[in-house]
């Protein structure tokens, strides 16, 4: 395209590259949606997960190869089997609370399975990543909305596994010339129901999910805390839509593909929500009150967690198309009504 052209063309279209893309942890529920939208955009996509906390359903049996991420001798080989050109990295254990049970099951999971697959890219002569990291970086932030300058300070070992991995990254960046996109992802809801694609974690720790089942259940949900110096008291989430979610790994990985440095985005919506406000969303969409009960705080929640998401607009062109709550809560309406009639 010439110079001039391409002024007028954000980089996003001035190269279209169609890359063969191997997504772990694709079983899952982000890296699920962000197979779907990579292969509407044309790529091809290639599937690493052990199953352990993913559905086989998930995905197309041709695209899936049950494999764990410590196996480094068997990630190599397929990486240059089918020629992968970027991988997208999900596969990890996500529970703030068993982290804390079991610290050391996120260190060898999430941060040695990250160094394996490193290893294998490096093996193989691929050397751009996409990966996801989290706001539990960020701990209790100084400053909301939070910015991607604001310190590493994790309070609990999930945050901790997925930090080591981000400074993995910065070292193989700066001495061996592997790229990286490292996506902050704040809290991930919704579903792509004309995907067929929801939120399915066993067990449910997830504020969305769980009210969407007290409604179908008439179980209450148990709100934790309402004493938190919030205005009515409740815990502020940054809810991003997963499909606003997966559509910012399409936006990173093809910034590397075209050549692009390696960098560090949030991934939020820059709205918070508390955790009453959900509720009142949830009562709009499905019609039916919600009942829920008030328990004591539950440890190692911050008070308010939004994402300053400017970076990525500015940077790379992404913008959240699904930030609407009452929107977000009624495609997991959609999902969580599907899933109930399938189940009976
Ligand atoms: N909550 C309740 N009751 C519940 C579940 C949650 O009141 O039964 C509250 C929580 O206290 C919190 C809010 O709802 O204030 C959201 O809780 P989630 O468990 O849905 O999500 P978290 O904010 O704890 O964590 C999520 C991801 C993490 C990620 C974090 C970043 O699970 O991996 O977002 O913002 F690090």
Request: contains cysteine.
């Amino acid at each position: 395209m010439p110079a001039a052209l391409a002024v007028f063309f954000p980089l996003r279209y001035t190269r279209r590259c169609l890359a063969k893309i191997l997504v772990t942890g694709g079983a899952g529920y982000i890296g699920s949606h962000t197979r779907y939208f990579l292969e509407q955009h044309g790529h091809s996509v290639i599937v690493v997960d052990n199953l352990s906390r993913g559905y086989r359903e998930a995905v197309p049996d041709n695209e899936l190869r049950v494999l764990n991420l410590q196996d480094t001798g068997k990630l190599t080989d397929l990486l240059q089997q089918e020629k992968v050109e970027a991988v997208i990295h999900f596969a990890a254990y996500i529970s703030v609370g068993e982290s804390t049970q079991r610290p050391e099951l996120y260190f060898s999971n999430n941060t040695a399975g990250s160094l394996s697959l490193f290893e294998a890219m490096l093996q193989a002569g691929v050397k751009r990543v996409v990966f996801s990291s989290t706001a539990a970086a960020y701990g209790i932030p100084d400053r909301v909305p939070i910015s991607e300058d604001q310190p590493f300070a994790p309070i609990n070992p999930y945050g901790e596994s997925k930090v080591m991995t981000e400074k993995i990254l910065e070292w193989l960046d700066r001495f061996r010339e592997f790229r990286s996109v490292r996506l902050r992802y704040f809290n991930a809801c919704g579903a792509s129901p004309e995907a067929g694609l929801g939120e399915m974690h066993d067990p449910e720790t997830h504020l969305i999910p769980l009210i969407l089942r007290a409604v179908q259940t008439g179980k209450p949900v148990t709100v934790f805390g309402d004493d938190y110096p919030t205005p009515d008291g409740t815990c502020i989430r940054d809810y991003i839509h997963v499909s606003d979610l997966a559509e910012a790994h399409i936006f990173a990985v093809e910034h590397l593909l075209n050549g692009g440095a390696s960098d560090v985005f949030n991934v939020g919506t820059g709205s918070g929500h508390s955790v009453k406000e959900v509720v009142a969303s949830v009562e709009r969409v499905t019609g039916k009150k919600v009942p829920f009960t008030l328990g004591p705080r539950r440890e190692g929640d911050p008070p308010s967690l939004v994402a300053d998401s400017s970076k990525l607009q500015k940077n790379l062109g992404w913008k959240p198309k699904r930030a609407d709550l009452d929107q977000i809560v009624a495609d997991g309406w959609q999902f969580a009504n599907r899933r109930l009639i399938e189940a009976s």
